[in-house]
């Protein structure tokens, strides 16, 4: 006989304070008159997120391709990951998903292929070789 654990859902507010707490930060980001340093750029590189302002702004004024022009991993890659666990976050604070991150080895190889996907983004970028010069901000 196989034993089931009824689970109470929480409360949603967790998530969207999540989402309005990221928000508030990307129309800061957009207009802050400050430049904010940068490790990689100190080094001489561009960092894997070089152009993630730049490209938040764009995509806020409605400017898509800009917005890939400036940072296309962040755009096409990162951000849509956040909206999937901001989503992922919603279903499981209002009972209809067990987990925020698949478990097991689909988790594991989310995440390796996300942090993969980071560290090649940066290399990438990086090359003094065409056609990766074209990836540099």
């Given at each position: 006989?196989?034993?089931?654990?009824?689970?109470?859902?929480?409360?949603?507010?967790?998530?969207?304070?999540?989402?309005?707490?990221?928000?508030?930060?990307?129309?800061?980001?957009?207009?802050?008159?400050?430049?904010?340093?940068?490790?990689?750029?100190?080094?001489?590189?561009?960092?894997?997120?070089?152009?993630?302002?730049?490209?938040?702004?764009?995509?806020?004024?409605?400017?898509?391709?800009?917005?890939?022009?400036?940072?296309?991993?962040a755009a096409l890659v990162l951000l849509p990951s956040a909206v999937?666990?901001?989503?992922?976050?919603?279903?499981?604070?209002?009972?209809?998903?067990?987990?925020?991150?698949?478990?097991?080895?689909?988790?594991?190889?989310?995440?390796?292929?996300?942090?993969g996907g980071l560290l090649l983004w940066t290399v990438l970028r990086?090359?003094?070789?065409?056609?990766?010069?074209?990836?540099?901000v």
């Amino acid at each position: 006989m196989r034993t089931v654990i009824a689970r109470t859902p929480l409360p949603a507010w967790r998530t969207a304070l999540a989402a309005l707490g990221l928000g508030t930060a990307g129309v800061l980001l957009v207009i802050s008159p400050f430049d904010l340093p940068c490790v990689f750029a100190a080094l001489g590189w561009d960092g894997p997120m070089c152009g993630g302002t730049r490209m938040l702004a764009a995509l806020l004024r409605g400017h898509p391709v800009r917005a890939v022009e400036y940072n296309a991993f962040a755009a096409l890659v990162l951000l849509p990951s956040a909206v999937a666990l901001l989503v992922a976050g919603a279903r499981y604070e209002t009972g209809r998903a067990w987990r925020l991150w698949p478990s097991g080895a689909a988790g594991t190889v989310a995440a390796a292929l996300m942090g993969g996907g980071l560290l090649l983004w940066t290399v990438l970028r990086n090359l003094p070789v065409e056609p990766f010069t074209t990836l540099a901000v």
